[in-house]
């Protein structure tokens, strides 16, 4: 009889356990594999869609399509062969060009194209005007980063397409902040991913213990995580006047939040002078294009219901006295009118709709995107200014 060992026992399951490890990634590189090649239809949370120009300019990458999925949406994402979130080559010659600047709020983050502001905008327009709203909202970026577009596209069109208007769509949420860490300059591309530099996490969820690199570039894991959101998705039931358990609030939170107080400290000042300057050698850019410059200013979600407001102060530690909830919207007010430039100040509209609609939300939660009945409100607001812009040129 063959004697055991413990030394024998040890490299039985030694072997046995080589053997397992190395089936299991087999198995995990062919399910790689397979989502590499089925990348259109699973679903993504970090979408790869992002390309640098030569200039270090945030793009999109024309041609791509993918299907975004988080706990609050499932939407498909497609960039046409222009480099925007819009159908191919829509519009025609005779169409007066508009030209639609922003963020993931003008790219139409988490709704799907047709529910989007600028789709809808357009629809309501070309109602009275054959025109085409040329969608170029790019997310991760800021103002400096949608002048400097801006400026380059004013260089792509021909004198006789140069667009008969711009509008802007302002987050106060985020875009002073941008303005004070450099806007898209925070981002690296990486494998068509967008990776911020120096990103502070909070408590760190399950994923986030896995290599950031190899969940962002994995379909696989996109796929797993896409999936355990999915079960995960907390229902709308009750309204928004629901009270949740409240958000994490990161370090980048609470620096988007320092627009709200009543006394600013030296940066966030800085940053809101930095903002207004981008403003304006924005509206100076269209102006020597004849072009009329409007400015649609998106509020924060906590400025329009009162539990998120009361979350916010409990979670900063905050009492009435430091904040003014209201008070990016009256710096751009001001602005706007010592500029002489149009302003869609979409706080009032979505305070009113909440007033009448009390159960119906804007915004998904926690996320700080507007869903698709937030979208068709802001798109409703815009569209009779711009339409009188239009109408007087």
Not at 102 to 121: H, I, N, Q
Not at 245 to 255: A, C, I, V
């Amino acid at each position: 009889m063959e004697e055991t060992t413990p030394a024998r026992n040890f490299g039985r399951w030694r072997g046995k356990a080589t053997l397992v490890i190395g089936v299991s990634l087999l198995c995990l590189l062919a399910a790689e594999a397979v989502s590499r090649l089925a990348v259109g239809s699973i679903p993504q949370l970090d979408l790869d869609i992002y390309r640098k120009s030569t200039d270090g300019e945030l793009l999109l990458r024309p041609g791509v399509t993918r299907r975004h999925s988080t706990r609050h949406w499932d939407v498909t994402v497609s960039i046409n062969e222009e480099g925007w979130r819009d159908r191919p080559g829509f519009g025609s010659a005779e169409d007066s060009l508009i030209l639609g600047l922003g963020d993931s709020f003008a790219f139409g983050w988490g709704v799907e194209l047709e529910d989007s502001m600028f789709f809808l905008l357009e629809q309501e327009l070309r109602e009275r005007n054959p025109v085409r709203l040329l969608k170029a909202g790019v997310p991760g970026t800021g103002p400096g980063d949608q002048l400097r577009l801006l400026q380059t596209l004013g260089q792509t069109f021909g004198p006789k397409d140069q667009p008969s208007a711009v509008v802007l769509i302002f987050f106060v949420g985020n875009y002073f902040v941008d303005v004070q860490m450099g806007g898209a300059r925070q981002f690296q591309v990486e494998t068509g991913l967008l990776v911020r530099q120096n990103f502070l996490h909070g408590t760190p969820r399950a994923f986030d213990l896995l290599p950031a690199d190899a969940v962002r570039k994995s379909r696989l894991l996109q796929f797993l995580m896409g999936t355990w959101w999915q079960w995960s998705r907390p229902g709308d039931e009750g309204g928004p006047d629901v009270v949740h358990t409240p958000r994490r609030w990161d370090e980048w939170l609470r620096e988007f939040a320092r627009i709200h107080l009543q006394q600013y400290p030296p940066r966030t000042s800085k940053a809101v002078t930095q903002t207004l300057d981008l403003l304006t050698e924005m509206h100076q850019t269209c102006r020597s294009r004849s072009a009329d410059f409007l400015l649609a200013v998106v509020p924060r979600s906590y400025q329009v219901y009162e539990n998120e407001a009361e979350e916010l102060k409990t979670s900063l530690d905050l009492s009435d006295d430091d904040l003014y909830l209201d008070k990016p919207q009256r710096i751009l007010k001001e602005w706007a009118e010592r500029s002489g430039v149009p302003v869609v100040d979409l706080l009032g509209f979505f305070r009113e709709h909440h007033r009448t609609h009390p159960q119906q939300r804007l915004f998904y939660y926690p996320d700080a995107h507007l869903n698709p009945l937030g979208h068709r409100v802001a798109a409703d607001a815009i569209q009779p200014v711009l339409a009188r812009l239009l109408d007087n040129r």
